[in-house]
């Protein structure tokens, strides 16, 4: 007589399931979902795994720090290059002036230090000095703020028609050069031009400096003017709009 050994339920149950699973997933369209705890230097964050029909398995992870972090670095690349796109969009479309038009230029007072103040021989003449060095340019043309009065009798600056604006500082420091004699570093009393050079199209700020011994500060104040043009012909030049 033969045995019949019938199976524990146990066991049946279980590969129902798995079946019932299978068939689960192909009527969803084959993808499945699975979701484990990750550890990194941050601690236990949940990864959610994907996996379609055809075995290709995605990574979900709405809470990782990284992914947060390279969205908005994205979108500021995204705004920048935008913004850099209409910038030369503006300059293309915009009508430039040409090589011999004006540059016209408000050269402000400069500023000086104590030193200057006490070494200068007349009140302005270090602003004499650096203006004479722009009044034959064929180019560039020194303009004057417009002024006027207000109602409390204190002097007002009105819009200037100047495309760029010269802020010079001139001192008086000792410092420590290589004497060409010795080529030993030396103290001397050197006189010290700077100027921040601004325009507002294009938008440009550049500063430059010129250093000289102080009983030849005609002479630096020549080579310092020269490179206050160089800045305003070359690099500011070419992208002022026509007037």
Do not use: W
Not at 116 to 131: C, F, H, L, P, T
């Amino acid at each position: 007589m033969t045995k019949i050994v019938s199976r524990p339920k146990s066991v049946l149950i279980p590969g129902c399931l798995v079946m019932a699973c299978l068939a689960l997933t192909a009527c969803t369209g084959g993808v499945s979902t699975s979701k484990v705890n990750r550890v990194d230097g941050q601690g236990t964050k949940p990864v959610v795994y994907e996996t379609d029909y055809d075995g290709q398995t995605t990574i979900q992870n709405s809470q990782d720090s990284k992914a947060k972090r390279q969205v908005p670095a994205q979108q500021m690349a995204e705004q920048r290059k935008a913004k850099k796109t209409e910038q030369l969009e503006s300059l293309t479309t915009t009508p430039r002036r040409q090589p011999n038009d004006p540059i016209y230029v408000n050269l402000v007072p400069p500023v000086l230090d104590s030193k200057m103040q006490q070494a200068e021989k007349s009140k302005g003449a270090v602003e004499r000095q650096i203006r004479s060095e722009f009044t034959f340019d064929p180019i560039i043309k020194l303009v004057v703020g417009d002024r006027s009065s207000s109602d409390k009798g204190k002097l007002r600056s009105a819009p200037s028609i100047a495309d760029v604006e010269v802020s010079p500082k001139v001192s008086i420091k000792d410092v420590y050069v290589l004497q060409p004699q010795t080529g030993k570093p030396g103290k001397i009393t050197a006189v010290i031009f700077e100027a921040t050079i601004t325009s507002q199209e294009p938008p440009v700020t550049s500063t430059v400096s010129e250093t000289g011994h102080v009983l030849q500060n005609v002479e630096v104040s020549k080579r310092f003017a020269t490179k206050i043009k160089q800045v305003i012909l070359e690099r500011i030049g070419p992208g002022i709009p026509a007037h």
